[in-house]
């Protein structure tokens, strides 16, 4: 007989993971495959994806990986079409990927602001378009898109990566819109001051640190482990009549 509980079983379905080695994709696909998902972990490098694919094995869970720049559309085609023939049609994306490098607009290069905007954005949409016809033709699928609290709020030296987390927001609603009648339900996960790689320069300096964290209700940082709650949820049977969503993940940041 089934429960409340089973509405949250990801058991078998077939997960593809972006940015799966940075500190929220590692995490996530950890988290996934404890649950009894079949990951398919992605990014730029071997060197990381491999350990990652062996732990998570030897942990008694399923996961494969495939080497892929994340904006390149041949290896995006080529990751989705691995993940299908190794682990099965794809069911979940989580599109984790994503780099950031802070600097006042006048001083950042255009090269820097199109490697960020891509790195965000286009690869984002990239995921989207070929696990979508994989989603569409077996009949839905879940897509887990991350956003960040800087998509909804400005903050200085961060006029490639805010713009870019704005329009994966609006990317998420728009796809909400265009794929529900296709059974596919997409989401985006708006974290706030998550310890990563990607935020270190915040707590270099103390008075940042702390005036950032002084915004912050719960009193911390966000831990990576804090991420893997929200994606089980939107991963899931849980969700199904969600779609459009951006649900911050922050500690409460925006409610201070």
Known sequence: MSGPLDL????GKVAIVTGASGS?????SRGLADAGARVMLTGRSKDTLAPLADEITASGGVADFEVGAPDGHDAVTNVVAATTKRLGPVDVLVAAAGMNKPA????????????????QLKT???????AGKVMIEHGGGKVILIGSQRGLLGMANYAAYSPAKAAVHLLTRTLAAEWGPSNIQVNCLAPGLFRSGLTEWMWEDDATYQRLLGRVPHGRLGEPEDFIGPVIFLSSKASDW????ILNVDGGYTAA
């Open 8 to 11: 949250f079983d990801v058991a």
């Open 24 to 28: 929220l994709g590692s995490a996530v």
């Open 104 to 119: 006042p607009i006048v001083e950042q290069t255009v090269d820097e602001w199109e490697e960020i905007v891509s790195s």
């Open 124 to 130: 984002a949409w990239l995921y989207c378009k070929e």
């Open 242 to 245: 969600m779609t459009g969503a």
